[in-house]
């Protein structure tokens, strides 16, 4: 009885270790069919898209247009920066195929803000100029910086919070980047903190950024209704 009882606790124990190796490896789910282009106008919801008949598919479900992806963006805004996402919910034939794409258009000393995608790992190319970029890892909190040019390559590991500065004081800077899921998502931390609606008590930010409410206020008042 005691040989059943243990063999059973170590089974549930093997059991539990698997569950939760998955859940750490998990990402965009792999398809089960060459593609699933995703059908916008379909009343199902499902955690991604249903699929379009494939019998209704056609090249352009494929394609891109380059004017969407190879034109400069204005980046007249209050961090100089402007993101362009080629992503599932405008590339339809993307779904399940766990990718997507993302231009980044710098003004001078413009800023990619602190943020993270909670689905993907970037891969950013430089396209043109001097970018100052870097992520910071789970605690401890280590800074992991460097500064690139036109032709290099960087990786932001899933999840992590990231930045990207234009060192330029005179010229624009872009970039591309490829994302590990068809929707990576983005949680920019300061809109996200200053800015979430409704927002976060001003009593729980002074306490954790240790300064007076009277700061905390005046934050969040910049990040609501502001063009960031």
């Known amino acids: 009885m005691a040989s059943s009882s243990s063999s059973l606790l170590l089974l549930a124990a093997a059991l539990l270790a698997l569950a939760s190796w998955h859940q750490a490896i998990a990402y965009d789910p792999s398809p089960l069919q060459d593609f699933c282009v995703a059908d916008k106008n379909s009343p199902v919801r499902v955690n991604g898209f249903p699929c379009k008949d494939p019998m209704a598919v056609t090249p352009d479900d494929f394609y891109n247009p380059a004017m969407i992806i190879d034109k400069r963006r204005d980046t007249n805004n209050k961090v100089g920066s402007n993101v362009t996402n080629i992503n599932v919910e405008s590339f339809p034939g993307l779904n399940t195929l766990g990718i997507s794409l993302a231009r980044i258009d ?47 390559v960087f990786v932001f590991p899933k999840a992590m919070i990231h930045f990207q500065m234009n060192l330029d004081h005179d010229k624009p800077a872009a970039a591309l980047s490829s994302l590990s899921s068809q929707n990576p998502g983005v949680i920019t931390i300061a809109s996200a903190v200053f800015g979430s609606k409704p927002p976060i008590a001003d009593d729980v930010l002074a306490k954790a950024f240790q300064v ?13 209704d502001t063009n960031y």
């Open 106 to 152: 710098y003004a001078p000393l413009g800023v990619n803000p602190p943020h993270i995608h909670p689905r993907a790992t970037e891969l950013l190319t430089v396209l043109e100029g001097t970018l100052y970029l870097g992520f910071v890892t789970s605690n401890p909190n280590r800074l992991f910086s460097k500064v690139v040019k036109k032709g290099d």
């Open 212 to 224: 007076e409410k009277k700061l905390i206020d005046w934050l969040q008042s910049q990040f609501w």
